[in-house]
């Protein structure tokens, strides 16, 4: 999984996340999704959600999960991108997919992603990848589904009161659940 994929003139290195990265991870993560830093992207769920998307134990869980690739993206040294995908039979789950906001809109998410699918077809001869998205990012989930993503109105409850997922700034958010077979 330490190939190179060109997108563009941009080299990225894909490998699997180590101990080492979880603070930077971490870092890429919430700036991604969360506070001011994350309206440079458009991927931003500051209008939606305050408060943290992630924290060092729950990097650290995923990272240290047997069942789980945290896949961390690199371009000349510095970390990029980030997605974790978990091992669940047939399926394989994708998520705390996080590109760095100013790169956003330039071709890193598109790659990261069909690294992601090759990468859970190799490994674990997954036929499906499944994923959650809060239903109203309405733009990232027409991104998924020009993807080959489809939507399947499977919808899961927020964990309201639950502040490691952050401080919700609506009260009907919801989770759909998106699906990909993989062929």
Known sequence: MSDT???GELPLNFR??????????TALVESAYRGEASRAGWTTEADLLEGQRTDPEGVAAVVRDAKSILLAVE?????VACC????RGAEAYFGMFAVSPLLQGGGVGRAVLAE????????WGAERMRMQVIRQREELIAWYERRGYRRT????PFPYGDE??????RPDLAFELLVKPLG
Not at 75 to 79: C, I, N
């Open 5 to 7: 994929a060109q997108q």
């Open 164 to 169: 490691r997922f952050g401080l919700p700034q």
């Open 116 to 123: 992601a699918e090759r990468t859970v077809r190799a490994e």
């Open 75 to 79: 371009r000349e040294g510095a970390l």
């Open 16 to 25: 699997r996340a180590a101990e080492a990265d979880i603070p930077a991870l």
């Open 84 to 87: 974790q995908l978990e091992h």
């Open 153 to 156: 109105g499977e919808l899961s």
